[in-house]
């Protein structure tokens, strides 16, 4: 079941805050996310594993709630580098393949 | 380590004829992904394999598509033959266990006139 994404596109000025939720309809075991950059491949962002827990990387910060079945990916002061389209991506069991999201579009400008 | 390579990063061909798309993984990695992304569908999990044994292939899209990995480092995913809704980037990415991070290859954009 492919997870759902919000909102589809987001669009800041440098130095705004944005938050993209992830959601699925089934029991999750992980979620993942990664960042698209216009014509190259994904690039791994974080992996949340059931329990709860959040991640941060720079001024990039997820969080998990395995009871509601979502992740919601917090960008803080954001940079021009952080424009592209991110991906969550989420698995039912260990050892299941990632079902990707159909992903949310952020644009930001100076 | 170079990353996952992918061949050809371009390809046009036209109907009917069989393509071949061809994936090395980063060594020491023992899972293998093929992904197709067009706009209309996003990322799409075709396929994978652990150890170089498919593990599920219920995204491949039809009998026109087969993938094969025959050892650890090279992986081939073949249409035959090819329709222009084939027309998609097709991404391989390869990881350390799963769930654990996947490295993408840069991709091979496929025209089907």
């Known amino acids: 079941q492919q997870p759902v994404q919000s909102p589809q596109a987001v669009i800041l000025r440098e130095g705004e805050d944005a938050v993209i939720n992830c959601s699925s309809s089934k029991a999750l075991y992980s979620v993942h996310w990664y960042r698209q950059k216009h014509g190259e491949a994904p690039v791994f962002l974080m992996i949340l594993l059931k329990g709860g827990e959040q991640k941060g990387h720079d001024k990039i910060s997820a969080s998990f709630n395995e009871k509601k079945q979502q992740s919601s990916l917090y960008l803080t002061a954001s940079q021009l580098s952080y424009s592209g389209t991110y991906f969550c991506g989420t698995t039912g069991e260990a050892g299941t393949a990632l079902i990707f999201g159909k992903g949310t579009t952020l644009s930001v400008s100076s | 380590d170079a990353g996952v390579i992918q061949s050809p990063r371009h390809e046009v061909t036209e109907m009917g004829q069989e393509v071949t798309l061809r994936c090395k993984p980063i060594s020491g990695h023992d899972y293998l992904f093929w992904y197709r992304q067009t706009m209309m569908r996003g990322l799409e999990l075709l396929i994978y394999?652990?150890?170089?044994?498919?593990?599920?292939d219920s995204g491949m899209p039809e009998d026109r598509f087969s993938a094969k990995m025959p050892n650890a480092s090279f992986s081939t995913l073949k249409i035959q033959p090819s329709e222009p809704r084939d027309s998609a980037v097709y991404f391989c990415a390869s990881s350390f266990g799963q769930p654990n991070e996947q490295f993408f290859g840069p991709g091979t954009r496929l025209t089907v006139l």
């Open positions: 394999f652990n150890n170089n044994v498919p593990i599920d």
